[in-house]
């Protein structure tokens, strides 16, 4: 059975750094075909992807956000932590983190990746208040 | 980027109503689509995957069609449960877009 967990500050100051853990279980982040992501959700509003990790270490992020973010992954550890720096009102949100599977194909010796998040963590508010 | 948009924004339907979204791609995305449904205070859940393959353990009333740059999202009979908000989202390129939702509501 596969279960995430998000961990970090309830609160942080505007301009200070956020670091958030997922820890998982059920799975392991060093097998091929699997991911581990993150997206938010400010109160009330839509899903906002923002980084993901795959199992050979390869990390994107959200274009819009990516001067900002650092994810990392320690397979021994079956963890993950996204780091957002000089955070502002405006990232008050429920972070997720989520498992991503990789449904692509190959054909005709071409090979076609599509991840999509199967299981979500809880998620964590984390609101940005001075 | 690619832009996701679905339509309509909220949706006031009956319980044993057929429910249809429609989320559309600002290019074409292939069948690189999901649907996820959100109920209050919870996390998404992923339902449809690749457009049109039902999660395992999703009810086979939720289906999902198109290719492309339109898709759809279709519950055949309104179950009380399935009140929520459905979001659509693409996978192109290793970057990741969700739409804005749909609320399903209680007519």
């Known amino acids: 059975q596969i279960t995430l967990k998000e961990s970090g500050p309830t609160l942080v100051k505007p301009t200070q750094t956020l670091t958030l853990t997922c820890t998982f279980s059920g799975f392991s982040l060093s097998t091929s075909g699997v991911g581990v992501g993150w997206i938010r959700q400010p109160p009330g509003k839509a899903l906002e992807w923002l980084a993901l990790?795959?199992?050979?270490?390869?990390?994107r992020y959200s274009p819009s956000l990516k001067s900002r973010l650092t994810i990392t992954k320690d397979t021994s550890k079956n963890q993950v932590v996204l780091t957002m720096t000089n955070m502002d009102p405006v990232d008050t949100a429920t972070y997720y983190c989520?498992?991503?599977?990789?449904?692509?194909?190959?054909?005709?010796?071409?090979?076609?990746?599509?991840?999509?998040?199967?299981?979500w963590g809880r998620g964590t508010l984390v609101t940005v208040s001075s | 980027d690619i832009q996701m948009t679905q339509s309509p924004s909220t949706l006031s339907a009956s319980v044993g109503d057929r429910v249809t979204i429609t989320c559309r791609a600002s290019?074409?995305?292939?069948?690189?689509l999901a649907w996820y449904q959100q109920k209050p205070g919870k996390a998404p859940k992923l339902l449809i995957y690749k457009a049109s393959s039902l999660e395992s353990g999703v009810p086979s009333r939720f289906s999902g069609s198109g290719s492309g740059t339109e898709f759809t999202l279709t519950i055949s009979s309104l179950q009380p449960d399935d009140f929520a908000t459905y979001y659509c989202q693409q996978y192109n390129s290793y970057s990741f877009t969700f739409g804005p939702g749909t609320k399903v509501d209680i007519k």
């Open positions: 290019q074409s995305i292939s069948s690189w």
């Open positions: 990790i795959y199992w050979d270490d390869d990390k």
């Open positions: 989520a498992h991503a599977s990789d449904g692509g194909y190959c054909t005709n010796g071409v090979c076609y990746s599509y991840w999509y998040f199967d299981l």
